[in-house]
């Protein structure tokens, strides 16, 4: 049996993912990255997040009787996730941190540290599936559609996918649960972590505080403006709002208002009615294909953001050389939300993705 | 196979007679060394043999032996503790400590200048095992100072040369502190010939146990208090003393210093025949401060084309070879180390690891690392 580097968040998923192919037989290597620390200076100490997962994953391994190293990543993830994550917010679009680090950080940086280490395959805890065949391998969904996390990993280099297991996606959660509780892990009960591991606090407003100018425009008072322009009230910071939010606008409106637009020239935060969030229409950008690319005209399934269902849709104006296309949506889709991912799945099959730029359509040239 | 352990400056086994010595002390001979009934007068009897025979093993006098909880504790009541009794009398001192430091010296160095306590530097320090004498020397002589250096180098074995150093701080009218935890039982480690103040020493790298070490206080010299409760260490360090503890210190000491002659010529032939086969099998190798002075029990190698030193460890424990990068403390750390850092600059484009060697390291435990690193070295070169 092969040699295996598991990354182990110190999760129960990774627990058992682990714990799983040691079962299998295979030589497993447990790593937890260390993404990012609160630096003081040498003699206050570092706190670093994630620390209690390095704990518990180690104590995991030693359960397992398997080694356990810490990858430091701290400078690239700094680099790729989060200076990305606090410029994208600048500019009025939400980023999505873990599909960046899966694509940029994670993923690459097992693979390199995994050779030296002489392991030919990486693991992790992901409720996706791998299907290796003779003429390349395939990300699918996981089985779980409930924990499917199929949406995060459309960034992969596609040259890493053949080298991938996910001992999970076969399973669905409370098997996982049971499973590591069979086995006597302590991260069995674990509660799920649901915020951004390096936004300690739970609001990534402080994080942009900290990491942005002192003034910036994104955390300025602006309007909170209709589609016509009808000025309808003030926001505290147009970073706080995401498209399709309706908490943060005031209240006295004759009916529920939602974000529709953010537009950083002006500060401007575009409200509107539930009907006016669905768009047919998408921009996406920054692609990436795990499976040979799609052409104008393919009919495929896309999933606009986490935990929504992926809905019919036919590619439109690709330009391989531009790096954006056109989404159709035969049904509309509200809150298309610049800066989130659009997933594109031919069944089970992960085909690629990129990141939304807008709502509508590539310009067409006269 | 085994795996092979070449990391005894991170930590080393307690000895089979320190155990034994230790074990009255932990169950029947339990008594508090401040009771002034007959259990606290044989713990207390115990506690004061110890510190004689710790003294004795030093060149020191039975008083100026200080119990305390491991190598870091007495670095950091030397440091900061020494510092805050000069502010006592004025400013704050200034704090010279070498750029080779370990952490337990150098966050106490950088706690003291936050707090107020001090105003620090770093003393040059060379490859080839010298100091910057001369910015010393201009840094002396405007009022109080402390003056800080480790005896032997806990990353490179090298021997920094604390007695002239002492000379120089001693006539500057500073106070000299050193830490010794690699160096007793590795050098000769005298206190009669060498005019420190304060020296630093800890149980467990010398088979002794974790958590206990000592610091030697000169007659003379002022020390504060980081911690405040009963009257314990001379008020230096209160809280009950760990009378086993202790015993089991002084006796590893003993232990150390007796064989400590023979130790190191066996070592030092283990240290070569390992330097030796890892620079004729791998090129691009560099042997850290080998032109300096160095204590036998650590060769620390730099291996040039390696992207990543915490992965050539990892890669080094994989196959069975337990190895630091730089010292155990910074190990799994992307940062090069300080001290590494110190002797070669910040872009040394070598990544290090540090072989260490014990009491059970054998020929064949350094034949092994040898082909193991070898390998190694080469897989990682190529990944």
Request: charged share 20%; net charge negative.
């Amino acid at each position: 049996m092969s040699r295996v580097l598991v990354a182990m968040s110190g999760g129960v998923d990774s627990s058992v993912a682990a714990a799983l192919l040691a079962g299998a037989g295979h030589e497993v290597v447990g790593v937890t990255m260390k993404t990012f620390c609160y630096s003081g200076s040498l003699s206050q100490g570092k706190t670093c997040c994630g620390l209690d997962g390095i704990t518990d994953a180690k104590r995991v391994a030693a359960h397992l009787g398997i080694p356990h190293y810490v990858f430091d990543v701290e400078e690239d993830f700094t680099r790729d996730v989060i200076d990305d994550f606090v410029a994208e917010y600048a500019q009025g679009r939400t980023p999505n941190p873990c599909v960046r680090c899966n694509g940029n950080t994670k993923f690459r940086d097992l693979l390199d540290r995994g050779r030296a280490l002489a392991c030919d395959r990486i693991a992790t805890g992901h409720y996706v599936r791998v299907e290796h065949g003779p003429t390349g391998s395939t990300l699918l969904r996981g089985l779980d559609r409930s924990k499917d996390q199929a949406y995060f990993l459309w960034g992969l280099p596609a040259d890493l996918i053949p080298r991938l297991l996910f001992p999970l996606g076969d399973l669905a959660k409370n098997e996982v649960r049971s499973r590591a509780r069979d086995l006597g892990l302590v991260t069995a009960d674990k509660p799920e972590s649901q915020e951004i591991c390096f936004v300690p606090t739970g609001d990534y407003r402080d994080l942009l505080r900290t990491r942005l100018e002192p003034v910036h425009p994104a955390l300025e008072p602006g309007a909170v403006v209709r589609r016509d322009g009808e000025v309808l009230g003030e926001h505290a910071g147009y970073a706080g709002f995401t498209v399709g939010q309706r908490r943060g606008l005031g209240g006295g409106f004759t009916e529920p208002m939602f974000v529709l637009e953010i537009r950083p020239d002006s500060r401007e935060v575009v409200v509107g009615t539930r009907d006016e969030l669905f768009e047919d229409e998408v921009v996406v950008g920054e692609l990436n294909w795990l499976l040979d690319a799609p052409s104008e005209g393919s009919r495929l399934r896309a999933q606009l953001r986490h935990r929504a269902p992926a809905v019919e849709t036919v590619v439109e104006a690709m330009e391989p050389a531009s790096d954006v296309l056109t989404l159709r949506l035969l049904e509309p889709q509200p809150a298309v939300t610049p800066g989130q991912s659009a997933v594109l799945f031919d069944g089970d099959r992960v085909v690629g993705g990129g990141r939304i730029v807008r709502a509508g359509a590539v310009a067409v040239p006269a | 196979m085994e795996a092979v352990y070449l990391d005894y400056a991170a930590t080393t086994p307690v000895r089979e007679e320190v155990r034994a010595a230790m074990a009255p002390y932990e169950s029947e001979r339990f008594g508090n060394p401040s009771s002034l009934h007959r259990w606290g007068r044989e713990a207390a009897a115990a506690l004061e043999d110890s510190r004689a025979s710790v003294a004795e093993a030093l060149g020191a006098r039975h008083a100026e032996i200080r119990f305390v909880r491991g190598g870091t504790e007495s670095d950091n009541l030397a440091i900061v503790g020494a510092c805050r009794a000069l502010c006592a009398h004025g400013a704050p001192p200034r704090l010279l400590v070498s750029a080779v430091e370990h952490t337990a010296v150098m966050a106490a160095a950088e706690h003291a200048t936050e707090a107020g306590l001090a105003v620090y530097d770093r003393i040059p320090v060379f490859p080839d095992g010298s100091m910057d004498f001369g910015f010393l020397r201009d840094a002396l002589g405007n009022g109080p100072a402390v003056v800080s250096t480790m005896w032997v180098n806990n990353e490179t074995g090298m021997v920094l040369p604390v007695a002239e150093l002492a000379a120089i701080g001693k006539e500057g009218g500073a106070t000299v502190h050193t830490d010794a935890s690699q160096a007793v039982g590795k050098v000769p480690v005298d206190l009669s010939e060498v005019p420190v103040d304060l020296l630093t020493a800890t149980g467990h790298k010398i088979y002794g146990p974790k958590g206990m070490g000592i610091l030697f206080v000169r007659s003379g010299t002022s020390v504060s208090p980081l911690l405040y409760g009963g009257g314990q260490e001379r008020a230096l360090r209160p809280g009950t003393e760990d009378v086993g503890g202790a015993v089991g210190f002084a006796t590893a000491l003993r232990l150390a210093v007796a064989s400590q002659a023979d130790d190191a010529a066996r070592i030092a032939r283990l240290r070569e025949r390992l330097e030796a086969g890892v620079t004729a099998s791998l090129d691009g190798t560099r042997i850290n401060a080998g032109g300096a002075p160095r204590a036998p029990h650590v060769a620390s190698l730099g291996f040039m084309g390696i992207a990543s030193g915490p992965s050539l460890v990892m890669a080094l424990d994989l196959e069975g070879l337990a190895v630091s990068g730089g010292s155990a403390c910074s190990s799994g750390s992307s940062k090069g180390s300080h001290v590494i850092a110190a002797l070669y600059g910040a872009d040394d484009p070598y990544v290090n690891v540090r072989f260490s060697f014990g009491m059970r390291t054998t020929e064949a435990d350094i034949d092994r690392a040898v082909t193991i690193t070898t390998a190694v070295v080469n897989r990682v070169r190529g990944a």
